[in-house]
C-alpha cells in the first residue's frame, strides 16, 4: 500500500510536469505568444488600458472588487502572458480609495511587493466629499510614515 504522501507527492510532480509541458507547447505552437515581445506588449497594452480607475472598496478588504475579474482575467490565461503582463494594471491604471481614513489605503500599498508600488504611478485617496488626493504609491508610504501620528 502506497503511503498518502508520497502519492500526494508524486501527484504534484506530475502535475508540474504536465503544466511545464503546455507551457512548452504553448510558447512554440501559439501564434500570438510566437509574435514578436514589442507587439505582444502593444496588444497587451491595449487590452488593459480601459481608461478607468481601479476603484479599491474599504469593505472588500482590499481586494480586487468583482468588477475587475473580466479586467484582470488575461493575466490568468497562461504562465507566459502572465509573467508578461503582471505589471501593466500597476502601470497603466490610476487606483482610486474613498474611505474615511487613509490606513485602508496604506494597508492596500503594504501588500503590493516592491515592483508593483514602484510602477504604480497615479494612486488618488479622497475623505467622504473631499477633493481627491493623487500621489505615487511609494510617495503615499513615504508621506505615511512622515506623518502617521497625524492621522
Given at each position: 500500500?502506497?503511503?498518502?504522501?508520497?502519492?500526494?507527492s508524486?501527484?504534484?510532480?506530475?502535475?508540474?510536469?504536465?503544466?511545464?509541458?503546455?507551457?512548452?507547447?504553448?510558447?512554440?505552437?501559439?501564434?500570438?505568444?510566437?509574435?514578436?515581445?514589442?507587439?505582444?506588449?502593444?496588444?497587451?497594452?491595449?487590452?488593459?488600458?480601459?481608461?478607468?480607475?481601479?476603484?479599491?472598496?474599504?469593505?472588500?478588504?482590499?481586494?480586487?472588487?468583482?468588477?475587475?475579474?473580466?479586467?484582470?482575467?488575461?493575466?490568468?490565461?497562461?504562465?507566459?502572458?502572465?509573467?508578461?503582463?503582471?505589471?501593466?494594471?500597476?502601470?497603466?491604471?490610476?487606483?482610486?480609495?474613498?474611505?474615511?481614513?487613509?490606513?485602508?489605503?496604506?494597508?492596500?500599498?503594504?501588500?503590493?511587493?516592491?515592483?508593483?508600488?514602484?510602477?504604480?504611478?497615479?494612486v488618488?485617496?479622497?475623505?467622504?466629499?473631499s477633493?481627491?488626493?493623487?500621489?505615487?504609491?511609494?510617495?503615499?508610504?513615504?508621506?505615511?510614515?512622515?506623518?502617521?501620528?497625524?492621522?
Amino acid at each position: 500500500m502506497l503511503n498518502r504522501r508520497s502519492t500526494e507527492s508524486g501527484f504534484a510532480s506530475h502535475v508540474l510536469q504536465t503544466q511545464d509541458e503546455i507551457s512548452r507547447c504553448n510558447t512554440m505552437n501559439s501564434p500570438l505568444l510566437r509574435l514578436p515581445a514589442e507587439i505582444r506588449n502593444m496588444i497587451w497594452t491595449f487590452a488593459l488600458d480601459r481608461g478607468q480607475d481601479i476603484e479599491l472598496l474599504r469593505h472588500s478588504e482590499l481586494r480586487f472588487p468583482h468588477t475587475l475579474q473580466n479586467y484582470l482575467s488575461l493575466l490568468f490565461v497562461c504562465r507566459q502572458i502572465h509573467a508578461e503582463t503582471a505589471l501593466l494594471p500597476y502601470e497603466l491604471k490610476t487606483f482610486s480609495m474613498l474611505s474615511p481614513g487613509r490606513s485602508y489605503l496604506v494597508r492596500f500599498l503594504e501588500r503590493r511587493t516592491v515592483v508593483q508600488r514602484e510602477v504604480m504611478a497615479g494612486v488618488k485617496w479622497s475623505w467622504y466629499g473631499s477633493a481627491p488626493e493623487m500621489h505615487s504609491a511609494v510617495e503615499w508610504l513615504r508621506m505615511s510614515r512622515v506623518r502617521k501620528d497625524s492621522w
